[in-house]
T-cell receptor, first 114, second 113 residues
Framework: EPEVTQTPSHQVTQMGQEVILRCVPI?????FYWYRQILGQKVEFLVS????????KSEIFDDQFSVERPDGSNFTLKIRSTKLEDSAMYFC????????????FGNGTRLTVT | QKEVEQDPGPLSVPEGAIVSLNCTYSNSAFQYFMWYRQYSRKGPELLMYTYSSGNKEDGRFTAQVDKSSKYISLFIRDSQPSDSATYLC?????????????FGTGTQLKVEL
C-alpha cells in the first residue's frame, strides 16, 4: 500500500539554525499537509498546500515557517531560525482531495532543538 | 473551551473485551469525523472516517457519531494485544481549502493477555 515517507526520522539542531524537513507524499494525492505534535500534547495543524500554494495555515505557522514542493515528488517544511519550542514531532500528510478524502500521515520527523 | 475532548486514559482491558473510546466536540460546524490509531513514535494511522450521524462498521471496528449530542465513539470488538496504542479522534469543518483536522488528546489503550 502506498505510504507517505519522511526524512530524516530524527533531526537535532541548535537554536537559531535552519532546518528542512522532507516528505514524499503518496503519488496521486493533490493536497499536502504539515502537522506537529509537541511531546504529550495534541496533534496540531500547521499548513495545507494545494496547486503549488498554501491553501490554509494556522497561527503557529508564522514567518519562520515555509513550505515548498520543489519537484513532482517532494514536499518540504523549512524552519528558518529554530527555537527551543519548535522541538516536536512533525508529521507530513497527504490526501487525494478534500471531500471523502481522509489524510494519510507519515511516521514523522522528531525535531530536537538544543 | 477545547474543541475536541478525549479522556487520555490509560484504559486497560483484557484480550477479547469490547472497547469503547469516546470523544466530545464543541464546534457545531464539524462535519467530518475520523479515528486514527497511533503507535509509539509512529504517525497517526487512519482507522475510520464518516460524515454522517449513525454507525459505520469495518471489521472489528465500529464508528458512531451523534451530531445532536456532539459525541463520537469508536468500538473495538474482540480486542487484541496488537490493538494496544493511542487512539485519536479528529474532526474537520471542510472549508474546501484542505483538511484542517482538529484532534483530541488521544486515549491510550492497553489490551492485556
Amino acid at each position: 500500500e502506498p505510504e507517505v515517507t519522511q526524512t530524516p526520522s530524527h533531526q537535532v539542531t541548535q537554536m537559531g539554525q535552519e532546518v528542512i524537513l522532507r516528505c514524499v507524499p503518496i503519488s496521486n494525492h493533490l493536497y499536502f499537509y504539515w502537522y506537529r505534535q509537541i511531546l504529550g500534547q495534541k496533534v496540531e495543524f500547521l499548513v495545507s498546500f494545494y496547486n503549488n500554494e498554501i491553501s490554509e495555515k494556522s497561527e503557529i505557522f508564522d514567518d519562520q515557517f515555509s513550505v515548498e514542493r520543489p519537484d513532482g515528488s517532494n514536499f518540504t517544511l523549512k524552519i528558518r531560525s529554530t527555537k527551543l519550542e519548535d522541538s516536536a514531532m512533525y508529521f507530513c500528510a497527504s490526501s487525494p482531495g478534500v471531500y471523502n478524502s481522509p489524510l494519510h500521515f507519515g511516521n514523522g520527523t522528531r525535531l530536537t532543538v538544543t | 473551551q477545547k474543541e475536541v475532548e478525549q479522556d487520555p486514559g490509560p484504559l486497560s482491558v483484557p484480550e477479547g473485551a469490547i472497547v469503547s473510546l469516546n470523544c466530545t466536540y464543541s464546534n457545531s460546524a464539524f462535519q467530518y469525523f475520523m479515528w486514527y490509531r497511533q503507535y509509539s513514535r509512529k504517525g497517526p494511522e487512519l482507522l475510520m472516517y464518516t460524515y454522517s450521524s449513525g454507525n459505520k462498521e469495518d471489521g472489528r471496528f465500529t464508528a458512531q457519531v451523534d451530531k445532536s449530542s456532539k459525541y463520537i465513539s469508536l468500538f473495538i470488538r474482540d480486542s487484541q494485544p496488537s490493538d494496544s496504542a493511542t487512539y485519536l479522534c479528529a474532526s474537520d469543518i471542510l472549508t474546501g481549502g484542505g483538511n484542517k483536522l482538529t484532534f483530541g488528546t488521544g486515549t491510550q489503550l492497553k489490551v492485556e493477555l
